[in-house]
């Protein structure tokens, strides 16, 4: 039994779609959760940058006493994940393989698309992922680059007319080509799912980068016997590098508690 807590970071808002899913297989675990919402977007910048905002970004939570950390970043987990892997002493989960294992498990037709920002498309890092466990499959992978944004900025909901408008714009190509199974190649798309498989139909599978690393966390904590008591419910706590409250607020809305007053601001240069 551990009581050390998870450590969960992302560039934003989007990490919390892992983190609502944790609470929900994990109930009994402590987090504590950053997001870097000061320098988000991470989608457009280049892999030095990614890496040093990465760092930072752990060198932060390990001023927590952890048992592991979860990259709620897919431009993070694609860009970085084996140097922070290599440079740390506890386990390290990203988004990328267990995604890409789900998705195979649920594609008929072997045709995948998948959706990430520019940063985690020119990775290559999950078409490489995709292909080195099935050879035979075929991948179709399209940059959002406004997405990040939209959602930051609390534009997600059904309904509204710029983010269906730049949703169709977008996905009509993978819709073209025939993809059947879709991967939410960054934790913040699924804050967009609703709006996303309104556009691509019943016949298209979506998988969530976000979901799936959080069940893989699950296994690695149960493997190597790391797993808090399952008598009491653990605590999220909420780190920050910019205004707590516009955090707060969107948060709130996605994790279906009230979170207000409870994040804090950090300065990120110091770590």
């Known amino acids: 039994m551990d009581t050390r807590p ?3 970071f992302d560039s934003g808002l989007g990490g919390l779609t892992a983190v609502r899913v944790l609470r929900r297989i994990l109930p ?7 997001g870097d919402t000061a320098r988000v977007p991470y989608g457009g910048r280049s892999r030095e940058t990614l890496l040093k905002y990465a760092r930072q970004d752990l060198r932060f939570l390990r001023s927590f006493e952890l048992k592991a950390v979860l990259i ?7 860009t970085s994940l084996d140097v922070l892997q290599g440079e740390n002493n506890l ?5 990328v393989e267990p995604t890409c294992r789900r998705c195979l498990a649920v594609t008929k037709s072997r045709r995948v698309g998948m959706i990430a920002t520019l940063a985690s498309v020119r990775s290559g890092a999950y078409e490489a992922a995709l292909r080195r466990l099935d050879p035979s499959v075929e991948v179709f992978c399209q940059p959002c680059p406004l997405f990040v944004p939209l959602v930051e900025n609390g534009r997600f909901r059904p309904g509204d007319v710029v983010i269906e408008t730049v949703a169709r714009e977008y996905l009509t190509p993978l819709l073209e080509w ?19 498989a309104s556009v691509c139909g019943p016949g298209v599978a979506l ?3 976000g979901e799936e690393s959080a069940f893989e966390l699950k296994r690695l904590l149960t493997a190597q016997g790391l797993r808090a008591p399952s008598e009491k419910r653990g605590k999220a706590e909420f780190y920050v590098s910019d205004r ?6 969107v948060a709130s809305l996605f994790l279906q ?3 207000h007053h409870m994040a804090r601001r950090i300065d990120i240069d110091q770590y």
Do not use: M
Request: some cysteine; glycine content about 12%; aromatic content about 8%.
């Open 207 to 209: 998988v969530s980068a």
């Open 244 to 249: 707590a409250e516009d955090f707060e607020g």
């Open 178 to 196: 025939g993809a059947d199974t879709l991967i939410l190649g960054c934790t913040h798309y699924p804050l967009l799912e609703e709006v996303i």
């Open 6 to 8: 998870i450590g969960v």
């Open 91 to 95: 386990p390290i989960v990203g988004v």
């Open 72 to 78: 709620a970043c897919g431009t993070v987990s694609t």
């Open 257 to 259: 508690e009230d979170i």
């Open 28 to 34: 009994e675990e402590n987090l504590v959760y950053f």
